[in-house]
């Protein structure tokens, strides 16, 4: 992965539980992020940054329509504050009466870090493993890794990233893209695993119901109630806004989407669609797989 380091900074953006903004001591470097997607950076070299093997409640879903989230106080707000507080920010004044919940100032201003990433996704995005501090150390050098070195990433500099902390406290779900190297996945995987059976406070696997299911009655029990993977979430929010809450056909409508993943029975054969993992039965909706089996085709 390529280790960039520079600074978070999150006034005057909207950060949460997965997404921060960070700005390179050399913006240059930006052109160094492999892959086919680039990254687009705002006028100061600031790139917003997607935690790689994660995935946190919405805070602020766009979709179609207005802006729509997950239950606030069953983990949304709870990862957003955590990572916000691991990265070192003190204090956070945002405008919670929007609903972007900007952030109008922030103590410190920044907080200096590192980022390894592997690429960027179709938003123009990094996703990266987000450190905090210095970079990390190569072998016996005693100084830190210099920004644009291509690191063989370890399983001890992935357990020093906020990617680890939020998975590790069950705040976040695991979700997997192909570019994560399989030592790190699945040190994830477990990490997972254990938080969902510690479900400690403010973790999602107190009330998750994407294995268990739950009906979904209108947009508001999505919105309100229901705690599940937000992959999934972000598909039924633009179901239910087109097609009401009749779920019958949520599975056309996830083969339309066409998300590409496999399975660990057959890494090799490539399956199109979450209809295949996804059961509807009398209006109860659930995943028939947990989300940590399923590796993603990066987009």
Same mark, same amino acid.
């Given at each position: 992965?390529?280790?960039?380091?520079?600074?978070?900074?999150?006034?005057?953006?909207?950060?949460?539980?997965?997404?921060?903004?960070?700005?390179?001591?050399?913006?240059?470097?930006?052109?160094?992020?492999?892959?086919?997607?680039?990254?687009?950076?705002?006028?100061?070299?600031?790139?917003?940054?997607?935690?790689?093997?994660?995935?946190?409640?919405?805070?602020?879903?766009?979709?179609?329509?207005?802006?729509?989230?997950?239950?606030?106080?069953?983990?949304?707000?709870?990862?957003?504050?955590?990572?916000?507080?691991?990265?070192?920010?003190?204090?956070? !004044? =945002?405008?919670?009466?929007?609903?972007?919940?900007? +952030?109008?100032?922030?103590?410190? #201003?920044?907080?200096?870090? $590192?980022? &390894?990433?592997?690429?960027?996704?179709?938003?123009?995005?990094?996703?990266?493993?987000?450190?905090?501090?210095?970079?990390?150390?190569?072998?016996?050098?005693?100084?830190?890794?210099?920004?644009?070195?291509?690191?063989?990433?370890?399983?001890?500099?992935?357990?020093?990233?906020?990617?680890?902390?939020?998975?590790?406290?069950?705040?976040?779900?695991?979700?997997?893209?192909?570019?994560?190297?399989?030592?790190?996945?699945?040190?994830?995987?477990?990490?997972?695993?254990?938080?969902?059976?510690?479900?400690?406070?403010?973790?999602?696997?107190?009330?998750?119901?994407?294995?268990?299911?739950?009906?979904?009655?209108?947009?508001?029990?999505?919105?309100?109630?229901?705690?599940?993977?937000?992959?999934?979430?972000?598909?039924?929010?633009?179901? !239910? =806004?087109?097609?009401?809450?009749?779920?019958?056909? +949520?599975?056309?409508?996830?083969? #339309?989407?066409?998300?590409? $993943?496999? &399975?660990?029975?057959?890494?090799?054969?490539?399956?199109?669609?979450?209809?295949?993992?996804?059961?509807?039965?009398?209006?109860?909706?659930?995943?028939?797989?947990?989300?940590?089996?399923?590796?993603?085709?990066?987009?």
């Amino acid at each position: 992965m390529l280790l960039i380091t520079g600074t978070y900074r999150i006034t005057g953006d909207s950060p949460d539980g997965d997404t921060v903004r960070f700005y390179p001591d050399d913006a240059a470097f930006w052109c160094d992020v492999p892959g086919m997607h680039k990254v687009k950076r705002n006028e100061h070299g600031g790139v917003s940054i997607r935690l790689d093997g994660i995935d946190a409640l919405e805070t602020h879903y766009p979709g179609v329509g207005d802006f729509v989230h997950q239950p606030l106080g069953l983990g949304a707000h709870a990862a957003r504050n955590e990572l916000l507080t691991w990265l070192g920010f003190t204090e956070v !004044v =945002r405008d919670d009466k929007k609903e972007e919940e900007r +952030v109008g100032s922030s103590k410190p #201003g920044a907080v200096p870090g $590192y980022i &390894l990433t592997s690429g960027a996704d179709v938003y123009n995005r990094c996703i990266a493993l987000v450190g905090r501090g210095d970079a990390p150390k190569i072998g016996t050098d005693p100084d830190p890794a210099r920004s644009g070195t291509h690191l063989n990433v370890t399983v001890d500099m992935l357990r020093a990233t906020a990617n680890h902390h939020l998975l590790s406290l069950g705040l976040v779900y695991p979700t997997f893209y192909k570019n994560l190297p399989a030592d790190l996945r699945m040190d994830m995987t477990a990490t997972a695993q254990q938080a969902r059976k510690d479900k400690a406070p403010d973790s999602v696997w107190l009330n998750d119901k994407t294995t268990s299911g739950e009906k979904i009655e209108n947009l508001e029990s999505l919105t309100d109630d229901l705690v599940m993977l937000p992959k999934l979430f972000r598909h039924l929010v633009d179901y !239910v =806004r087109v097609f009401g809450p009749d779920l019958g056909g +949520v599975p056309a409508f996830l083969a #339309g989407k066409a998300d590409e $993943y496999t &399975l660990p029975e057959d890494r090799n054969k490539r399956i199109f669609g979450l209809q295949h993992v996804v059961q509807v039965t009398d209006g109860t909706l659930r995943m028939t797989r947990p989300i940590e089996d399923l590796i993603f085709a990066e987009k």
